[in-house]
C-alpha cells in the first residue's frame, strides 16, 4: 500500500497523522512522496488563518491531480470548516475533526480490511502508543489534551476543535513508555490548550514530573500564560535541562486593552512577572512567543506597546501572524485595521523578532552547547539545544546521541559549530 500524508497546521495535527500510519499497519503502508503515485493519500488540514485554508485547498487539488485514482481522505480543522468544498475538489471522504477516531476504521474498510476494534481508539484519537512512519523518531509528541474552552475573539479553533478534552495520565504514560523503548529521546508534550491539562491530579506539572520521573526528556509545546503555574515552574528548574527550559507562551499583543477585548485572559503585568520569574528561576530558561500583528481595533502607538513590550521581554524566537478574521468569531465583526497597515506592521514585528533572535544568539558564539542531534544530511547533524536554538554541526556524532558542540557561527535562527565531545549515549 503507498501512502502518502500531508500534514498541515499544528503539532497535534501532525501527531494525529502519525498515529493514524500506525493504526494503519494492516495495509503494510509503506510511505511515498505525493508524486511519486499513492495508492491512498491523507491530508490533514489546519484553519487557523485564511492563508492555512488556501494550502488545505491546493493540496487536495494537487492530491487529485497526482493520483487520480487514489483513494484521498481529507481530515483535520478544514475538514470542519468546509466539507463540501473539499468534496468538489475531489476528496473521496472528508471527516472532521469530531470524526478522527473513525479514520483508520474507515479507510481499512475502504481496502477490504475489517475495522479491528483495537485498531480504533473508543473515544478519542490521541494516538496509538505506536507510532507510524512520519514521526521524527529521536523527537516524539504525545498529545495529551484536545480542545479549548476560553473563547479567545479572533479565534476559531474551539469551534473546530470542540470542548476541552484530557488524556488520562497513564495512558500517556504508557505512550511514553514505548515511545522510549523503540529508541526516542525526547518527548515533547502536545494539546490544543495544553496548560488546561487535567488527566493527572497535578495538572500538566504532575505529568511532566512523572515523565522526568521515568528519565524521559521532556519538552512543552506551546501553553497559555494564565495555565503556567508556579508548581510547572518548579518542576522545570527541578529537572532541568533533563526537562527542557524553554517555553513557547502565545502573548498576541502587549496591549492590555486589546488583551482584554480580545478575551485573552492574563494582563502585560501577570505576562511580565510570569516570564521574569521564569528567568530567575530556570537555569538556561529562553522563552519563544507569538504575536499578532493588526488585531481589529489596534492603533498605531498598541503596535508600538507590543514591540516595546518584546524588546524588554528578550524572547529567543517570536512567530509574527498577521490577523485574518474568522468566520462567526467576535473579532470578525469589529472594526478592521486595514490589510496594508497589518503586513507593516507584520513586517516591522517580524524584523524586531530576527534583531532580538540575533541579540540572544551571538553571546553564543565561541560557547559550548548542548545539541541532541535528531537528523544527518550529507555531512551535517541537526538538531537543538535544550533552550530550543536550532543547531547545525559538524563533525562525529550519530543520531540519537547528546553531544556538546563549540558555537563557531549564528546564521539566521540557527547556530552553527563543531562536534567537540560526546555527552551521552542514546538512552534505550
Ligand atoms: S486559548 Fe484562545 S487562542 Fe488558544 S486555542 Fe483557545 S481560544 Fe484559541
Redesign the pocket.
Known amino acids: 500500500m503507498r501512502l502518502s500524508v500531508r500534514t498541515l497546521g499544528c503539532k497535534v495535527n501532525q501527531v494525529e497523522s502519525d498515529a493514524l500510519v500506525g493504526l494503519l499497519k494492516a495495509l503494510d503502508p509503506v510511505v511515498v512522496p505525493l508524486e511519486a503515485g499513492a495508492d491512498l493519500v491523507v491530508i490533514n488540514t489546519c484553519a487557523v488563518t485564511t492563508s492555512a485554508e488556501s494550502d488545505a485547498r491546493k493540496e487536495v487539488r494537487r492530491a487529485r491531480r497526482a493520483n487520480p485514482e487514489a483513494f484521498v481522505v481529507v481530515t483535520g480543522c478544514y475538514a470542519e470548516l468546509a466539507p463540501e468544498l473539499l468534496a468538489e475538489l475531489g476528496a473521496d471522504a472528508v471527516v472532521p475533526n469530531r470524526r478522527k477516531a473513525e479514520l483508520p476504521g474507515i479507510i481499512l474498510q475502504r481496502f477490504g480490511l475489517p475495522a479491528d476494534p483495537l485498531t480504533t481508539p473508543p473515544n478519542e484519537f490521541w494516538g496509538a502508543g505506536e507510532r507510524g512512519l512520519l514521526n521524527n523518531y529521536v523527537r516524539a509528541f504525545i498529545k495529551v489534551q484536545d480542545g479549548?474552552n476560553?473563547?479567545?475573539a479572533y479565534?476559531i479553533?474551539?469551534r473546530l476543535r470542540g470542548r476541552e478534552r484530557h488524556r488520562e495520565y497513564r495512558d500517556a504514560l504508557e505512550e511514553a513508555r514505548a515511545l522510549l523503548r523503540a529508541g526516542v529521546q525526547e518527548i515533547v508534550l502536545t494539546g490544543?490548550?495544553l496548560g488546561s491539562y487535567r488527566g493527572h491530579p497535578g495538572g500538566i506539572a504532575g505529568l511532566v514530573e512523572e515523565l522526568a520521573g521515568m528519565g524521559a526528556k521532556v519538552r512543552l509545546s506551546s501553553i497559555?500564560p494564565e495555565d503556567t503555574g508556579e508548581e510547572l515552574l518548579q518542576v522545570m528548574r527541578r529537572f532541568a535541562p533533563q526537562v527542557r527550559p524553554h517555553l513557547h507562551l502565545?502573548l498576541q499583543t502587549g496591549s492590555d486593552r486589546l488583551l482584554a477585548l480580545m478575551g485573552r485572559r492574563y494582563s502585560k503585568a501577570y505576562y511580565r512577572a510570569l516570564v521574569e520569574r521564569a528567568y530567575d528561576l530556570i537555569p538556561g530558561f529562553a522563552l519563544t512567543t507569538d504575536v499578532i500583528a493588526g488585531l481589529p481595533t489596534e492603533t498605531e502607538a498598541e503596535h508600538q506597546e507590543t514591540l516595546a513590550f518584546l524588546e524588554e521581554l528578550r524572547p529567543s524566537r517570536v512567530h509574527v501572524f498577521t490577523y485574518t478574521p474568522r468566520p462567526k468569531t467576535r473579532a470578525a465583526s469589529l472594526p478592521q485595521v486595514p490589510l496594508e497597515v497589518r503586513k507593516r506592521r507584520n513586517r516591522e514585528l517580524t524584523l524586531l523578532a530576527q534583531r532580538l533572535a540575533e541579540e540572544r544568539m551571538r553571546p553564543l558564539l565561541g560557547s559550548r552547547v548542548e545539541v541532541l542531534v535528531e537528523s544527518f544530511r550529507g555531512d551535517r547533524a541537526y538538531g537543538h539545544t535544550p533552550d530550543y536554538y536550532q543547531a547545525e554541526l559538524t563533525g562525529p556524532a550519530r543520531v540519537g546521541q547528546t553531544v556538546w558542540a563549540r558555537v563557531e557561527a549564528v546564521a539566521g535562527y540557527t547556530l552553527q559549530g563543531r562536534v567537540e565531545a560526546l555527552k551521552e549515549e542514546p538512552a534505550s
Do not use: F, L, N, Y
Request: charged letters at 20%; glycine letters at 10%; one cysteine or more.
Open positions: 479549548c476560553a473563547g479567545c479565534c479553533i474551539p490544543v490548550r497559555e502565545s
